[in-house]
């Protein structure tokens, strides 16, 4: 067989369930239970670039060469993000969220899934402005140590950066963004003083857990990439991280509806999906 | 590409469900479509137009003014059922699960778009395989090709818009040229003809 393309897809199935166990059992990394048709591609399009003539052929080489797993990881790590994405919801959380942020005299704040680090400068953009920033630490995490790497650089390129100002006049923003990077050539760097209060550290939302007494949990655009059991354990790790009355916001197309935690809040924006958690009612 | 079985031309097939894809020029197509399309069709739609990333449900909005159906701006992992409507919001690509229920996806763009009409069909292809249709209308993209290519490798039936009939069209042309189009149609023709597909019985084992 020199193609996969023209095999029967219930073939297909079964080596990507294969591939998959294999990176679980040998690295611990659990993609079983993300969303199928997304993985799916994704590892279609690395066998394309791998060399390999099928996806069973991927097996012994994931399980004994680590770079090449790396590679592979590197495919399954694919979100593409932006400053300020969905500027409206900025100016949801600035109007809704900050205000009741501001009665604690403490803010921890958990952005899950940051990948390159876009929505945690964004986040601290909101915070510094609204005077909230030297009283919160924002804890951002991502299973990816390549992501994390990028986002604790905080290097952009700059050709980006013009939606992101765009964005960022949209959400509500005070300033003039060009205060909070440095251009040069190509590249803007994010201001050192945003990072003083963000810790990056590894997370992986399929194996890990409970990351305590959070204020405010940001995970957009990470549980799509979940199917509904994985989802659920997430959403079961922020309802337990989250204190009385604490905020969860999530992507504007994912919804608390038919998940397991659905009775545990109250919807504070529907159209900015940003819920308040309230008392668990039994449904 | 597999050739199709004597006796199973696409005419006489069931088909679950009917993917579009849309790019420049092709809201009027989509509008006169979804207009035509009566109460009682039984299979679920599911559209990509490539739409401004500004776009805040406006386009489907618009398109539920005209439709006799219920017209859905899905969220991720929204059930899909029959006789529904699913528009692509702007900035996520839709893809269709096994488990028939729809995916959403803010991966990189395809065909410098997002959402891509391919990666629709191609999830369309693998879901439903021959029991889908799938028509490419107006647009300035080559996007849907690929996918067009999938649908008719998996024994779906692929239907173009006429290109002269397109206010753009490179779209439905790249698609022809490909030569993976069954059926190349006027926007009149199309809804004839997919008003008058039959529907699959719901749950029936699917022939392998």
Known sequence: ?283 | MRAREIGKLPSSANYEAVVIGASAGGFKAVAAIFDAVPLEFALPVLLVQHLHHDDDGAFAAHLAAVSKLPVIEPCDKEPIVGGHMYIAPAGYHMLVEQNGIIALSTEEKVNWSRPSIDMLFESAARMWGERVTALILSGASSDGTAGIQAIRAAGGLTIAQKPDTAEHPFMPQTAIDSGAVDEVLTIEEIIARITGLRPAIPRRERKK
């Open chain 1, 1 to 283: 067989m020199t193609s996969t393309k023209n095999q029967k897809p219930e073939f297909e199935a079964i080596e990507i369930d294969l591939l998959l166990e294999a990176i679980f059992r040998r690295y611990g990394y659990d993609f079983r239970s993300y969303a199928r048709a997304s993985i799916e591609r994704r590892i279609r399009l690395f066998l394309s670039a791998s060399g390999c003539s099928s996806i069973s052929g991927m097996i012994p080489k994931v399980i004994h060469d680590k770079e090449f797993f790396s590679r592979l990881v590197r495919y399954f790590s694919v979100s593409v993000t932006e400053m300020f994405r969905d500027p409206s919801v900025y100016r949801v959380v600035r109007e809704k969220v900050v205000p009741l942020l501001k009665t604690w005299p403490h803010i921890k704040i958990w952005l899950a899934g940051c990948a390159t680090g876009e929505e945690v400068y964004s986040l601290a953009i909101l915070l510094k402005e609204e005077g909230l920033y030297e009283r919160a630490t924002i804890y951002a995490t991502d299973f990816s140590d390549e992501a994390l790497a990028c986002a604790r650089e905080g290097i952009y390129d700059l050709a980006k950066l013009q939606d992101a100002t765009r964005n960022y006049q949209k959400a509500g923003g005070k300033r003039s963004f060009s205060e909070y990077y440095l251009a040069r050539y190509d590249a803007a760097t994010m201001d050192a003083s945003l990072k003083g209060k963000i810790v990056f550290s590894s997370h992986n939302l399929a194996m890990d857990g409970v990351f305590g007494d959070m204020h405010l949990i940001f995970c957009r655009n990470v549980l799509i990439y979940f199917n509904r059991d994985l989802q659920n354990r997430a959403l079961t790790l922020f309802t337990d991280s989250l204190v009385h009355g604490g905020y969860l916001c999530l992507g504007t197309k994912e919804t608390l509806q038919f998940t397991d935690v659905s009775h545990c809040y109250d919807v504070v924006d529907g159209k900015a999906r940003i819920y308040k958690k309230g008392i668990c009612h039994e449904s």
